[in-house]
């Protein structure tokens, strides 16, 4: 089995880098067999030069996306086995022009028949795949350049610090655009808007169609700005029976540990009016959710009824006490 994959997304740089390395190996075996002494990292400035010709660090950095200090590196070693020039550009002598060596111009003939194997076999590859690779990759890399990486990550992890300030309290009437509100963003963001009449009634009419059957409902607030970020119903049903309910959180605060909170808060109200059971209905595409309703105990089962109401949920889950 090979565990790298089992780890998700958090082994993405991790499952790139030994892809490279592996195409890397195999490039240098190639190129040994064909007698070239070219390192495969040179690559990129090689070719660049090559096809556009002398240019300088910055240049070959920002058509390249890479870092100036990295083409830099590159650029010296590739200066030490005499592939590459670095002249002063006699239209501007403060600028200095990286430009291929003799020794680069006498090899091209010889490496281009290597190039055009390598490339032909991986494009029939990639030819052959469901999802082509360099379109995937060239959508994450523009995701990546648009959203960034590091920025919201730490602003994640800023969150969870800030998430101590959350405070889970009960009904308010002045919230219930808040609770109706939390709601429509995750049908819209899970399930394309899809609304029934049920959910029309719930969040239409809360306080009747939980608080006046015996049921509760809890906001998580931000205590910094009184941000309601998150919400939880808990229904009540006959013979003990409770279910959660309608339970949503901002997507700027999810994986910070308000959706436990909120969860944990209806479980302990649930046992405190002796609750037999507690249930949930809830949908496969929810891998996170679900993840944590397992974490809490909730185990799925067969739906009483044979099916759900609601034509998004696929998954029954229960917790007895």
């Given at each position: 089995m090979d565990y790298m994959k089992s780890f998700g997304s958090l082994s993405l740089g991790s499952r790139?880098?030994?892809?490279?390395?592996?195409?890397?190996?195999?490039?240098?075996?190639?190129?040994?067999?064909?007698g070239i002494t070219l390192n495969p990292s040179f690559f990129p400035l090689f070719n660049?030069?090559?096809?556009?010709?002398?240019?300088?660090?910055?240049?070959?950095?920002?058509?390249?996306?890479?870092?100036?200090?990295?083409?830099?590196?590159?650029?010296?070693?590739?200066?030490?086995e005499q592939w590459l020039n670095k002249t002063t550009d006699p239209a501007d002598e403060r600028r200095q022009l990286l430009s291929l060596t003799s020794k680069s111009e006498a090899l091209l003939e010889q490496i281009a028949p290597v190039?055009?194997?390598?490339?032909?076999?991986?494009?029939?590859?990639?030819?052959?795949?469901?999802?082509?690779?360099?379109?995937?990759?060239?959508?994450?890399?523009s995701l990546i350049e648009q959203q960034g990486f590091y920025d919201p990550v730490q602003q994640q992890l800023e969150r969870r610090h800030g998430g101590q300030q959350v405070v889970i309290q009960g009904w308010s009437a002045e919230l219930r655009t808040d609770f109706k509100r939390l709601n429509m963003d995750w049908l819209e963001?899970?399930?394309?808007?899809?609304?029934?009449?049920?959910?029309?009634?719930?969040?239409g009419n809360p306080e009747g169609f939980y608080l006046a059957r015996g049921g509760y409902i809890w906001f998580a607030c931000n205590e910094l700005d009184n941000e309601v970020v998150g919400c939880v119903a808990l229904a009540r049903h006959e013979n003990g029976k409770f279910e959660i309910s309608k339970m949503g959180v901002d997507e700027a605060w999810q994986t910070v540990g308000v959706g436990r909170r909120l969860l944990m808060t209806a479980l302990d109200k649930a046992r405190e009016v002796g609750a037999s059971e507690v249930f949930l209905e809830s949908s496969s595409k929810l891998e996170r959710a679900l993840?944590?309703?397992?974490?809490?105990g909730f185990q799925q089962i067969v739906h009483p009824e044979g099916r759900s109401y609601y034509s998004r949920s696929d998954i029954y889950m229960a917790l007895r006490f």
């Amino acid at each position: 089995m090979d565990y790298m994959k089992s780890f998700g997304s958090l082994s993405l740089g991790s499952r790139l880098k030994r892809l490279s390395d592996a195409l890397v190996q195999d490039v240098i075996r190639l190129y040994q067999s064909q007698g070239i002494t070219l390192n495969p990292s040179f690559f990129p400035l090689f070719n660049l030069l090559h096809q556009q010709g002398a240019m300088t660090v910055t240049e070959a950095a920002e058509k390249l996306a890479v870092s100036h200090p990295a083409i830099s590196k590159i650029a010296r070693k590739m200066q030490d086995e005499q592939w590459l020039n670095k002249t002063t550009d006699p239209a501007d002598e403060r600028r200095q022009l990286l430009s291929l060596t003799s020794k680069s111009e006498a090899l091209l003939e010889q490496i281009a028949p290597v190039w055009s194997a390598i490339q032909s076999h991986l494009d029939s590859l990639i030819k052959s795949q469901q999802h082509p690779l360099l379109d995937a990759l060239a959508e994450f890399e523009s995701l990546i350049e648009q959203q960034g990486f590091y920025d919201p990550v730490q602003q994640q992890l800023e969150r969870r610090h800030g998430g101590q300030q959350v405070v889970i309290q009960g009904w308010s009437a002045e919230l219930r655009t808040d609770f109706k509100r939390l709601n429509m963003d995750w049908l819209e963001r899970y399930f394309e808007g899809e609304v029934t009449d049920r959910d029309l009634e719930a969040l239409g009419n809360p306080e009747g169609f939980y608080l006046a059957r015996g049921g509760y409902i809890w906001f998580a607030c931000n205590e910094l700005d009184n941000e309601v970020v998150g919400c939880v119903a808990l229904a009540r049903h006959e013979n003990g029976k409770f279910e959660i309910s309608k339970m949503g959180v901002d997507e700027a605060w999810q994986t910070v540990g308000v959706g436990r909170r909120l969860l944990m808060t209806a479980l302990d109200k649930a046992r405190e009016v002796g609750a037999s059971e507690v249930f949930l209905e809830s949908s496969s595409k929810l891998e996170r959710a679900l993840q944590l309703y397992q974490n809490l105990g909730f185990q799925q089962i067969v739906h009483p009824e044979g099916r759900s109401y609601y034509s998004r949920s696929d998954i029954y889950m229960a917790l007895r006490f």
